[in-house]
C-alpha cells in the first residue's frame, strides 16, 4: 500500500514540475490534457513529505488555480455602449465557467479557450458578477477555483432626458418639463407621444437633432422648442401639435402643415 501511494504521489509530482519549466508546445499540450485526467495536478494543496521526515500539508507553489482578468476591474460600462470583458484561469485550465449575475443586456459566450461577458447593457445600476472556473465541461464536481467577482458599474447613457427636467413616468415612459411625453430616451429611434417615432441624435438638452420620417432633420432645444430648424427647406418650423392633431407653422410660406403622426 505505502508502494503505491508513493508511485501516485511522484507521478503527480512529476506533473507538477513538468508544468513549470519550459517545454516545447507539444509537450506542454500533452501535460496540459492530462491535467483533466489527474485531479490532483489540478488542485492547490497536496500531502508531500516534510524536511524531518513526517507527513504535512503545504501549498504547491503556484499551482494554485484561479480566475483572473488584465482588464480593470472594478469596470465600467453605459448604458446603450457595447462592453466587453475577458477573463481565464491562472495555474490550469478550466473546461467550463459558471457566470452569475450577469446584467440584462450582457451574456457570457460559455467558452473555455476564450471566455467573454459582452453586449450593451440596457440598465443603469451597480453589478456583481460572480466567476467561478470548474474542472470538467458542465460546471460540475468539486474541482473548482475560488469566486472571481466582477464588480461592474453600469452609468445611464448620455441623452438631453438625463437631468432634472426629465421625470420617469415607469414602464420606459419619460416626461419632460418642455418636450413632452415620449417613450425612450436614449440616442436612436424614440416614440412620441405627439408626433411618433422620431431619432435622436445628440446629448445636450440645448440643442440636438431629431429624424422625422416626414420632415428629414430637425433641431431644436430647450431654449428652441416649440421651434424647430428644418434643415431640407433651411427654415423654420413652429409646433403646434395637439394629441388629435399633428401640425407646424412654416415660416417660409406662411401656412400651417398638416402631418401625421409617424
Given at each position: 500500500?505505502?508502494?503505491?501511494?508513493?508511485?501516485?504521489?511522484s507521478v503527480t509530482?512529476?506533473?507538477?514540475?513538468?508544468l513549470?519549466?519550459?517545454?516545447?508546445p507539444?509537450?506542454?499540450?500533452?501535460l496540459?490534457?492530462?491535467?483533466?485526467?489527474n485531479?490532483?495536478i489540478w488542485?492547490?494543496?497536496?500531502?508531500v513529505?516534510a524536511?524531518?521526515?513526517?507527513l504535512?500539508t503545504?501549498?504547491?507553489?503556484g499551482a494554485?488555480?484561479y480566475?483572473k482578468?488584465d482588464?480593470e476591474?472594478p469596470?465600467q460600462?453605459?448604458?446603450g455602449d457595447?462592453?466587453?470583458f475577458?477573463?481565464?484561469?491562472?495555474?490550469h485550465?478550466?473546461?467550463?465557467?459558471k457566470v452569475e449575475g450577469?446584467?440584462?443586456?450582457l451574456?457570457?459566450?460559455g467558452?473555455a479557450?476564450g471566455?467573454?461577458?459582452s453586449g450593451?447593457?440596457?440598465?443603469?445600476g451597480s453589478?456583481s458578477i460572480e466567476i467561478?472556473g470548474?474542472r470538467?465541461p458542465?460546471t460540475?464536481?468539486?474541482?473548482?477555483t475560488p469566486?472571481?467577482t466582477?464588480?461592474l458599474?453600469?452609468q445611464?447613457?448620455?441623452?438631453?432626458?438625463?437631468?432634472v427636467?426629465?421625470?420617469?413616468?415607469?414602464?420606459?415612459w419619460?416626461?419632460s418639463?418642455?418636450?413632452?411625453?415620449?417613450?425612450g430616451?436614449n440616442n436612436g429611434?424614440?416614440y412620441h407621444?405627439?408626433?411618433?417615432w422620431?431619432?435622436?441624435?445628440?446629448?445636450?438638452?440645448?440643442?440636438f437633432w431629431?429624424?422625422?420620417?416626414?420632415?428629414?432633420?430637425l433641431?431644436t432645444?430647450r431654449n428652441l422648442h416649440p421651434l424647430?430648424?428644418?434643415?431640407?427647406?433651411?427654415?423654420?418650423?413652429?409646433?403646434?401639435?395637439?394629441?388629435?392633431q399633428r401640425r407646424f407653422w412654416?415660416?417660409?410660406?406662411?401656412?400651417?402643415?398638416?402631418?401625421?403622426?409617424?
Amino acid at each position: 500500500m505505502q508502494l503505491v501511494w508513493k508511485a501516485n504521489y511522484s507521478v503527480t509530482l512529476l506533473f507538477i514540475v513538468l508544468l513549470r519549466v519550459p517545454l516545447p508546445p507539444p509537450v506542454k499540450s500533452i501535460l496540459n490534457a492530462a491535467v483533466l485526467i489527474n485531479p490532483k495536478i489540478w488542485c492547490s494543496k497536496f500531502v508531500v513529505p516534510a524536511i524531518s521526515g513526517t507527513l504535512a500539508t503545504h501549498a504547491i507553489s503556484g499551482a494554485t488555480t484561479y480566475v483572473k482578468s488584465d482588464e480593470e476591474n472594478p469596470s465600467q460600462a453605459k448604458v446603450g455602449d457595447d462592453y466587453s470583458f475577458g477573463f481565464y484561469t491562472y495555474g490550469h485550465f478550466a473546461a467550463s465557467y459558471k457566470v452569475e449575475g450577469i446584467p440584462e443586456g450582457l451574456s457570457f459566450n460559455g467558452s473555455a479557450l476564450g471566455p467573454l461577458i459582452s453586449g450593451t447593457p440596457t440598465n443603469a445600476g451597480s453589478y456583481s458578477i460572480e466567476i467561478t472556473g470548474y474542472r470538467y465541461p458542465g460546471t460540475d464536481g468539486i474541482y473548482k477555483t475560488p469566486t472571481y467577482t466582477l464588480d461592474l458599474e453600469i452609468q445611464p447613457a448620455d441623452t438631453p432626458w438625463s437631468d432634472v427636467n426629465t421625470q420617469s413616468l415607469d414602464s420606459g415612459w419619460w416626461r419632460s418639463d418642455w418636450f413632452g411625453v415620449f417613450y425612450g430616451r436614449n440616442n436612436g429611434w424614440f416614440y412620441h407621444q405627439l408626433h411618433g417615432w422620431l431619432f435622436l441624435s445628440g446629448d445636450d438638452e440645448d440643442g440636438f437633432w431629431l429624424y422625422d420620417e416626414n420632415e428629414g432633420w430637425l433641431f431644436t432645444g430647450r431654449n428652441l422648442h416649440p421651434l424647430f430648424f428644418r434643415w431640407r427647406s433651411n427654415t423654420w418650423i413652429y409646433d403646434m401639435s395637439t394629441y388629435n392633431q399633428r401640425r407646424f407653422w412654416d415660416y417660409q410660406s406662411k401656412s400651417i402643415l398638416n402631418l401625421t403622426r409617424n
